[in-house]
């Protein structure tokens, strides 16, 4: 996915494989509550097969072209009968779409079908994407909403592009390095990971101005404190990525409140004030998911 903006006759090209924006706790007047002790992860049985399939439907999906039998084989080391029953399983479901000219499979329409509904019944991106277009025609950024899977990933629930030359190329269901730039730095102080699985998690981190994990351990503690994130074309050469967390019951953070836009784009003090009304809308929308939790 590429990104790219124009403005005053400048150009930047950005990979947007590398775009999503990470943010940090705002500081939110809602009412104390007792907060739960964080519970050890349910222990997952390896079921093979599903594994696999899911394999599949990502290699695909991320691969963009079709693929035959031996090319996905290959690309997941998976014996080449194993991987044709899967295969035909994933057709027979609607998942996948076969070729038979070309023998190549690619996403079937039964995709489209399952991500729709996801998008009908995500009471975050219903709630959000109001807010979000606000935001967008207000200050001229583009404005994402984030849930935050874990550690190791995030995914864009919901988008508002601006309308101005600048436009950050990313859509619906792009999935991103959940430790990254301003998002992944509010995953780091408001999560419940340990310091031994962010320090393994951040080192597979690829930043276009690299970072020291002293120097990002300092930057996940001012974003505890201050309540957002804000990345200065650390993530993405040329782009000001700004995150705020949206908090559940127990103060731990589910998704993030995002806006992009060039760097430079915005003065001091409106970035103050864009700042402060993302964490009211943050707080807002923490409120009406997580009330009765």
């Known amino acids: 996915m590429g990104t790219s903006h124009s403005t005053g ?10 775009a999503t924006w990470f943010m940090m706790r705002p500081t939110m007047d809602v009412k104390s509550k007792a907060i739960e002790p964080v519970r050890a992860p349910q222990r997952i049985r390896p079921v093979p097969a599903v594994s ?28 080449p009968s194993t991987c044709l029953h899967i ?7 609607k998942l996948l779409s076969f070729d038979s000219a070309s023998k190549r499979y690619r996403l079937g329409t039964g ?14 991106a219903q709630v959000v994407q109001p807010t979000l ?17 874990d550690i190791r990933q995030m995914v864009v629930t919901a988008l508002s592009r601006s309308s101005l030359p600048f436009r950050l190329h990313v859509d619906v269901g792009s999935r991103f390095p959940g430790l990254i730039s301003a998002t992944g730095r509010l995953v ?14 951040f080192s ?12 990002w351990r300092k930057e996940v503690e001012t974003a505890r404190r201050n309540g957002y994130s804000m990345d200065n074309g650390r993530y993405i050469a040329g782009i000001t990525l ?6 559940d019951g127990n103060q731990h953070i589910t998704h993030t409140l995002v806006a992009a836009s060039i760097m430079n784009q915005l003065s001091a003090a409106k970035v103050k004030t864009l700042i402060q009304e993302l964490k009211e809308h943050a707080c807002r929308i923490s409120e009406q998911l997580y009330a009765h939790d």
């Open 9 to 18: 006759g400048d150009k930047v090209r950005l990979n947007a494989e590398r």
């Open 52 to 79: 696999r399939a899911i394999a599949i439907l990502r290699l695909l999906g991320k691969t963009k072209e079709p693929m035959n039998v031996k090319g996905i084989a290959q690309a997941l080391d998976l014996v």
């Open 87 to 93: 295969l035909r399983v994933l057709v027979a479901e």
């Open 111 to 124: 995709m489209l079908v399952l991500a729709r509904s996801v998008m009908e019944t995500n009471s975050f």
């Open 133 to 149: 277009d606000q935001i967008s025609d207000q200050w001229g950024v583009t404005a994402i909403g984030v849930e935050v899977v």
């Open 188 to 201: 780091a102080a408001f999560g419940a990971a340990s310091q031994e699985e962010l320090e393994k998690n």
């Open 204 to 215: 597979s981190l690829r930043w276009q101005k690299p970072i020291s994990m002293t120097a």
């Open 242 to 247: 700004i995150a705020v967390p949206v908090l």
